[in-house]
């Protein structure tokens, strides 16, 4: 018997919640080790990291997004496809590994570059085969394995580095660090699969399935390869145009947006198999969950952007002086959050509603775009350049597939608007209040009072209701009133 399927609001509190601890972690981190590295070293310990990144995605090629899919729509072929896309993900692991290492050797890097990259390599491996391990959770409705082990595997990457600087080892030590943090995943991913979810891991090669497999995950395998060219080509363009410095300057900002992506990621988490199995089974059902999945990454995005924006000044002297460059670059960045969070709704709809071929055109066209602006950019603009690229192009994949919503269901756009507009008159109050309080009171002062005058203005416009508080508090317990599941 598959197992049973978790509600979807449950499963948002409990990975929002893991991802929050995760985040603040994982940022916590981020901060020690750029005040302790400096702008260069910091910059040269993230270019690895993006570059075996993009190299990553061919190992996986959007396998673990079909795992994902068909497994919530025919829990009893989970088996069948595990073992066949296993079959498939060694030897591609094995090529990558080999092209990342050879192409890093004839660019002519330097030795320490070229050590990073070694390193971030096992991580690149170990963490894709954890991809497709807990893919088989996601299909099952089930998020809790993978927050417990994010939070534990960014416990060991910030206990690893504390040791390293304290001991004074260097970056190579740092890298070295966050792989065995992968290796933990790795295990433990592999446990919970093996004797949580009793599925075998024993590599079967069946033609036709292995046929079915790879035609469900071309237009995902395209888009993966195109997404993550869109997310660090910017890295590497700023390390080979403007040196690793521009890197650390440019991270600030990348990590920032990164940091609070916890809430649509867990909102996608959370989505993507109910999105699949609404398809299948109950369209009016996928209509009200995405129109509220909407509002809300509306209502949590808005002040978080314009905030960020506001005391932008404030938030870089956390990371001592050379980083003063970075205020800029972050401004223009936050000007991608609203889009970047709501992108994390529609593209989960457009996956797992068949409309994958056409979210990969838009990532393809997106990803040329941001390529030309990057190149045109960067060389005069450095990190500030990229930021603007990121700011337009995401711009222009949000209202691009926002368009493609109305031919898979119908949701009320103009209920959504209104939500807009109300979030965005209370974020302007609670800049203002930012505005006059930064250089006046502490940012721990001022930053939870905005919040509240947000939540305080939003509320009594009517867009976040007494239910929606309800909802979430419930979501918690074991049988939250009122909660969605697939019928």
């Not at 590295?37 to 959007?62: H, M, N, R, W």
């Not at 002297?317 to 800029?328: E, I, K, N, Q, T």
């Not at 970047?340 to 055109?361: E, H, P, S, W, Y």
Request: glycine share 6%; aromatic share 14%; hydrophobic share 55%.
């Amino acid at each position: 018997m598959p197992p049973k399927i978790v509600n979807i609001a449950k499963n948002t509190s409990y990975y929002t919640l893991a991802l929050v601890v995760q985040k603040i972690i994982s940022f916590s981190y981020f901060v020690i080790i750029a005040r302790a590295l400096g702008p260069e070293d910091l910059g040269k310990y993230y270019f690895a990291l993006s570059f075996t990144t993009i190299f990553a995605v061919f190992i996986d090629l959007g396998l673990s997004s079909v795992l994902t899919r068909e497994t919530a729509k025919t829990p009893e072929r989970a088996q069948a496809i595990f073992s066949n896309i296993l079959s498939l993900k060694i030897p591609l692991a094995l090529v990558t590994l080999a092209a990342t290492w050879l192409t890093i050797n004839l660019l002519g890097y330097p030795e320490l570059a070229r050590q990073l990259v070694y390193l971030s390599s096992v991580c690149m491996i170990l963490d894709s085969f954890t991809l497709s391990f807990f893919a088989i959770s996601r299909g099952f409705h089930n998020l809790s394995f993978e927050s417990i082990s994010s939070v534990v595997f960014q416990l060991i990457v910030l206990g690893a580095g504390l040791v390293t600087l304290r001991l004074g080892l260097g970056i190579r030590a740092l890298m070295a660090g966050l792989a065995l943090a992968s290796i933990f995943n790795f295990i433990y991913s592999l446990f919970i699969v093996r004797h949580r979810w009793r599925v075998s891991l024993r590599p079967r090669f069946d033609p036709s399935l292995i046929r079915l497999i790879i035609g469900i995950a071309l237009p995902f395998a395209l888009f993966g390869i195109f997404q993550r060219v869109y997310m660090y080509l910017d890295t590497v363009l700023l390390s080979y145009f403007s040196g690793d410095r521009e890197v650390g300057i440019y991270q600030v900002a990348f990590k920032i947006i990164f940091a609070l992506q916890f809430l649509p990621m867990a909102f996608s988490a959370s989505l993507y198999p109910a999105f699949a199995t609404y398809w299948a089974n109950n369209r009016t059902q996928l209509a009200i969950t995405f129109e509220r999945a909407m509002n809300y990454l509306i209502v949590i995005s808005l002040p978080i952007a314009v905030g960020i924006m506001v005391i932008a000044d404030k938030l870089v002297v956390v990371f001592r002086s050379g980083y003063a460059d970075s205020v800029l670059p972050l401004r223009l960045s936050m000007a991608a959050v609203v889009f970047n969070f709501l992108m994390f709704g529609v593209g989960a709809l457009l996956n797992a509603c068949d409309r994958q071929k056409i979210n990969t055109i838009i990532m393809a066209v997106v990803t040329v775009v941001s390529t030309i602006l990057n190149l045109l950019l960067i060389p005069r603009y450095g990190a500030a350049g990229a930021s603007l690229t990121v700011a337009i192009t995401t711009g222009l994949s949000f209202f691009w597939s926002l368009s493609i919503v109305p031919q898979i269901t119908r949701y009320n756009y103009g209920r959504v608007l209104k939500i807009f507009f109300k979030a965005l008159i209370a974020a302007s109050l609670m800049a203002v209040f930012a505005q006059q309080t930064k250089n006046m009171l502490n940012l721990f002062i001022v930053v939870p009072i905005s919040g509240i005058i947000y939540f305080a203005v939003i509320f009594l416009l009517g867009g976040f209701k007494k239910e929606d508080l309800t909802s979430i508090v419930a979501s918690f317990r074991k049988k939250a009133p009122g909660e969605m599941t697939p019928e």
